[in-house]
């Protein structure tokens, strides 16, 4: 009996300083990827040629020119892109999340969930490549005949509603499980209270069961925020590679990803400007999905309603 407590005991030890080292593990390999992103940031900085404030204020953004300049290194032109495709995506894929979730929580019987629910998932294990050949050949010419034949604008091939399109599909899945898990978490006592009060049932998701899970939503959301403003692939091939300064969608745009993956599949040579180029929009990349995940911490925080 004494030996095997003294197995037990050996065997619960070793699980835990495994366990341990994997969450040193983990931190070491954030630790390594942020040193390595910065260093070569902070490097990009330092060059004469580059000028902090010009870097985050510029409109122009050339790397590649010929001629190395400040004015050529503003970095405003990708952010603008790559807010622009990320912000319509997540108006698309918002409502049309929270709808989804709101149904199979809500309305749809266990077997119609069962099956939905997973097909919903599948979204988003598709690569993203592929996602970017089908806003190419389909979702492309849609938009072309709307826009360009229909009502007469002007369309260019690659463009960011497209990219902004296919981009709330891919994030929609996020959405929609996230929310879903968040509204099931709402007690039962809620509602029930509610209809007892001779509320409809659509007047209790609204009024109650909503409200109630609002930080999940939101926490939903801004990490859907955040997922496309990330996506490098399909944005790369439906929105273009024109660093711009435009609200028109209809343009193409260059986002922060599609710029590091321009610049990775060239030929600029290690510790060169261009190649330092791609650790400064990385680094700046990862200060704002960075930022936007401490918002949502914040009003995750701010909004949590906990029930016994």
Not at 8 to 19: G, M, P, Q, T, V
Not at 76 to 87: C, D, E, K, N
Not at 127 to 149: D, H, K, L, Q, W
Not at 260 to 277: K, M
Request: neutral net charge; glycine residues 6%; proline residues 5%.
């Amino acid at each position: 009996m004494n030996k095997n407590f003294k197995n037990r005991n050996l065997r619960e030890k070793l699980i835990a300083r495994f366990l341990f080292f994997c969450a040193v593990f983990s931190i070491l390999v954030t630790v390594g990827i942020i040193f390595s992103l910065f260093s070569e940031a902070i490097g990009f900085f330092l060059r004469p040629e580059v000028s902090l404030f010009k870097f985050f204020t510029g409109t122009n953004w050339r790397p590649l020119s010929s001629k190395v300049s400040p004015d050529n290194f503003g970095v405003l032109p990708l952010i603008t892109g790559t807010f622009l495709v990320a912000s319509i995506s997540t108006l698309i894929a918002v409502p049309l999340g929270l709808g989804t979730a709101i149904f199979l929580s809500e309305y749809a019987t266990d077997k119609i969930r069962d099956v939905l629910k997973p097909l919903i998932e599948i979204l988003a294990g598709i690569p993203s490549v592929v996602y970017g050949y089908f806003a190419i050949s389909f979702i492309n010419p849609i938009i072309r005949t709307i826009f360009s034949e229909w009502l007469q604008m002007e369309v260019n091939f690659f463009n960011a509603l497209s990219a902004a399109v296919v981009l709330a599909v891919m994030i929609i899945p996020t959405v929609a499980s996230i929310s879903e898990d968040a509204i099931r978490s709402v007690p039962k006592s809620l509602r029930e209270g509610s209809l007892s009060l001779g509320a409809t049932k659509m007047e209790t998701v609204v009024k109650v069961v909503l409200p109630a899970a609002l930080s999940g939503i939101i926490a939903a959301f801004i990490l859907a925020m955040s997922r496309a403003v990330g996506e490098t692939m399909a944005v790369t091939i439906a929105a273009g590679a024109t660093p711009r300064m435009t609200l028109n969608p209809l343009h193409s745009v260059q986002t922060m990803t599609a710029f590091i993956v321009q610049v990775s599949f060239g030929d600029a040579p290690a510790g060169s400007i261009n190649g330092q180029s791609i650790f400064a929009v990385g680094a700046t990349l990862f200060m704002i999905t960075f930022i936007m995940n401490i918002i949502s911490d914040l009003i995750l925080e701010r909004y949590r309603e906990v029930y016994e």
